[in-house]
């Protein structure tokens, strides 16, 4: 990414609610992906990428928009990695559901089948059983705040 884009996307970041157009929609497809992401204590740089490629397709390809939602999801695992930070999954996990208490057609948003795509990526045993777990939550989430995906 070149620097005009980075400077862009800082100046975004910091005033993210006031110039990006639905960031909570935005925000809750990265919260989304960095769950199933941080469940690997050490994500491949592939799953980065995947998300880049999904949110082409989500977003039809709407670069500027696509790198704030890889960049916004690598900011959110990063945070969950750090462990100078108090934010975990768990709390990550709460921030989802409230989340869809407020806005629940946010659960539409919720696509089971591109996130099993990051699972594959995952080579450690413990972590894709994990990782499959937090699928079945999302999707239970999604079928409790989505009738019509019942």
């Known amino acids: 990414m070149n620097f005009a884009f980075r400077l862009k996307y800082r100046f975004f970041n910091a005033f993210r609610e006031i110039f990006v157009h639905h960031h909570g929609s935005l925000e809750f497809r990265s919260k989304v992906f960095a769950l199933i992401i941080a469940a690997n204590d050490k994500p491949p740089v592939d799953c980065f990428i995947m998300v880049k490629e999904m949110g082409m397709e989500i977003y039809n390809d709407d670069e500027d928009r696509v790198n704030l939602l890889m960049l916004t999801t690598k900011e959110i695992v990063q945070k969950i990695h750090d462990k100078n930070h108090d934010f975990n999954i768990d709390q990550l ?3 989802i559901q409230q989340d869809l208490e407020i806005v629940p057609r946010y659960a539409q948003k919720i696509d089971i089948k591109s996130l099993k795509s990051l ?3 995952t080579y450690n045993e413990d ?3 994990y ?5 079945e ?3 239970n989430l999604q079928q409790q705040y989505n009738p019509k995906k019942r």
């Open 137 to 139: 939550f999302l999707s």
């Open 131 to 135: 990782q499959e777990r937090i699928l």
């Open 127 to 129: 972590t894709i059983a």
């Open 119 to 121: 699972v594959v990526l």
């Open 93 to 95: 996990v709460y921030k």
